[in-house]
T-cell receptor, first 117, second 113 residues
Framework: EAGVAQSPRYKIIEKRQSVAFWCNPI?????LYWYQQILGQGPKLLIQ????????DSQLPKDRFSAERLKGVDSTLKIQPAKLEDSAVYLC???????????????FGPGTRLTVT | KQEVTQIPAALSVPEGENLVLNCSFT??????LQWFRQDPPGKGLTSLL??????REQTSGRLNASLDKSSGRSTLYIAASQPGDSATYLC???????????FGTGTRLKVLA
């Protein structure tokens, strides 16, 4: 079974530029998560999709971050414009279902390391 | 608001030692707790053990995770540590009602050959 795929693996941009990350979850997984992990900290949930609907985006800085999941499969996370404090690893995860139906074990991709200079 | 703390932040042990990693959480009304491994720091996470709120422990190979909701603690026990166990270990707690994971800051383990 193929795992969660993410691209690019690394990205270096200057502040005020824009950047986009792509995630392809495990086939058949309805729920997709984007996390931000700043160096030395644990991952923080930015947004959670179930199929193509947003379940939780309470910690997504909506003035600069946006995310979409078209057709309930792949997802993109965009930052525009980027700030220095956005330097982090962006992790995508997927689960078969959700906590509500019990199939919530999350599988993580390799992450995208973003450096904003 | 749920807060998750992991102690120690870093640990270095000789190969073969048994060791315990600690995870504390402030809100005991949890749905489940999961231990992950991340190596090296900033790479993808691998699930190790998941403990439901109704369970006391889970075991997989040389790993054993226990949960004490009343005291807000979980421990991850690693038996007969090996250099391949070197990684960052993260615990994540989901609180009943929100169900999203709150992660600790991790324990960075180094097992010396």
């Amino acid at each position: 079974e193929a795992g969660v795929a993410q691209s690019p693996r690394y990205k270096i941009i200057e502040k005020r530029q824009s950047v986009a990350f792509w995630c392809n979850p495990i086939s058949g997984h309805a729920t997709l998560y984007w996390y931000q992990q700043i160096l030395g900290q644990g991952p923080k949930l930015l947004i959670q999709f179930q199929n193509n609907g947003v379940v939780d985006d309470s910690q997504l800085p909506k003035d600069r971050f946006s995310a979409e999941r078209l057709k309930g499969v792949d997802s993109t996370l965009k930052i525009q414009p980027a700030k220095l404090e956005d330097s982090a690893v962006y992790l995508c995860a997927s689960s078969l279902g959700t906590f509500w139906d019990g199939s919530y074990e999350q599988y993580f991709g390799p992450g995208t390391r973003l450096t904003v200079t | 608001k749920q807060e998750v703390t992991q102690i120690p932040a870093a640990l270095s042990v000789p190969e073969g030692e048994n060791l315990v990693l600690n995870c504390s959480f402030t809100d005991s009304a949890i749905y489940n707790l999961q231990w992950f491994r991340q190596d090296p720091p900033g790479k993808g996470l691998t699930s190790l053990l998941l403990i439901q709120s109704s369970q006391r422990e889970q075991t997989s190979g040389r790993l054993n995770a226990s949960l004490d909701k009343s005291s807000g603690r979980s421990t991850l026990y690693i038996a007969a540590s090996q250099p391949g166990d070197s990684a960052t270990y993260l615990c994540a707690v989901s609180t009943s009602g929100t169900y999203k994971y709150i992660f600790g800051t991790g324990t960075r383990l180094k097992v010396l050959a």
